[in-house]
DNA sequence: ACTGATGTTAGTACCAACTACTAAAAGAGG
DNA sequence: CCTCTTTTAGTAGTTGGTACTAACATCAGT
């Protein structure tokens, strides 16, 4: 079997551009045994862009993942804090927070956004989770939105007892009872 | 102050270049003042790749992380396992995991630990967490090596407890109980 | 002020991987 | 056979460089 035709060969050359955008025109030549003419043709057709082009897009796309990541240390979006009192946060349920086989979220992507919470609405320097008791009422899964509440129902100076409780469109997903440990020494040097 | 000395402007340079790998040599020379051939200079001398270079660097790198953060979805390496019995896994405490200001580790990361330990060590087609009772006993600080160790002290055929302690260099950092719902269905669609 | 060493700039030839364009050759279909 | 599409060839120009040579500039020490 000799060469493709016009349309197969792009079909399987756009194909092989978006699996592995590191071809150069040549080497795609080769692999279709066509002139590198014939490549550009193609992908001007296509409106595949040069080599280069492509490069930078992955590395720019990347890049900008690597900034999101670093976002997500901080589980959630805090879209309301009243500090010391109570504070509600949002937490959409992406693919990577579960399981493969059943989209269900992972508990400690849950446990995640009810700690960071409870950290985030004790307005001292320092502040530790000291210990919790969780339950998971209902699995989250892919999608759902995640609305937690914080709130602080006692402060005695060293440690803060808080409730949180998850709901995913009224209905509780998740409850849980925090005591923080914090202080004002906000110690700058490890 | 005009101009800075070849030594800061090479500092300068690397981190320019570290923060930014999409600057030509060209927007380099005009940032510090000097000409194109003085930045080509610099990079040979600092090693640092053209351009190009650069950025296809990042591009393989970050085509890469994105199987290494696949992998972040068990939080922790599992070092031993019986299934049923009991589970090993370290986990390396990263910048990712810590407050910029204390470095000590979000607790949630000890939790996520702990909780993917329970899912691993349950042979069942799903096991989710239903309660946990948990404690953090002392900070884990940045590049702590956490060994947390699960041992399931019952399974009656649906509900399963798990006892779950965190210890680095033999002290004890974390404890907690477990109870995780399993069952053989492994629900494939959602 | 003169001498060297170090640092900076200029300029040339060359490269990869293209774009944009023109033009010729090859096939395929009626 | 003629026509229309497809393919190939070839030229000029671009970006962002390397590699190299050579001319200046700056300052340090004597």
């Keep these: 079997m000799a060469k493709y035709k016009k349309r197969e060969r792009q079909e399987l050359l756009l194909e092989k551009v978006s699996t592995d955008p590191f071809l150069t025109d040549e080497r795609l030549a080769e692999m279709f045994d ?29 890049t900008d993942k690597i900034r999101s990541l670093s976002l997500q240390e901080v589980i959630g979006e805090i879209i309301d804090l009243e500090l010391n009192h109570h504070a509600l946060s949002l937490f959409i349920v992406e693919e990577g927070h579960v399981f493969r086989k059943n989209r269900i979220a992972r508990g400690h992507y849950l446990f995640a956004q009810a700690n960071s919470l409870c950290v985030a609405v004790i307005d001292e320097p320092l502040a530790l989770t000291k210990s919790a008791q969780i339950e998971f009422i209902r699995p989250a899964k892919l999608g759902d939105k995640v609305v937690s509440k914080a709130v602080v129902e006692k402060m005695d100076g060293r440690i803060a007892v808080i409730t949180v409780e998850s709901k995913i469109e009224q209905r509780l997903v998740f409850k849980g009872r925090f005591e923080m440990y914090y202080t004002g020494e906000g110690e700058e040097n490890g």
């Design 34 to 62: 066509v002139s590198i003419q014939t490549i550009r043709l193609d992908r001007l057709e296509l409106n595949i862009p040069e080599l280069r082009e492509r490069i930078k897009h992955v590395a720019r796309e990347e």
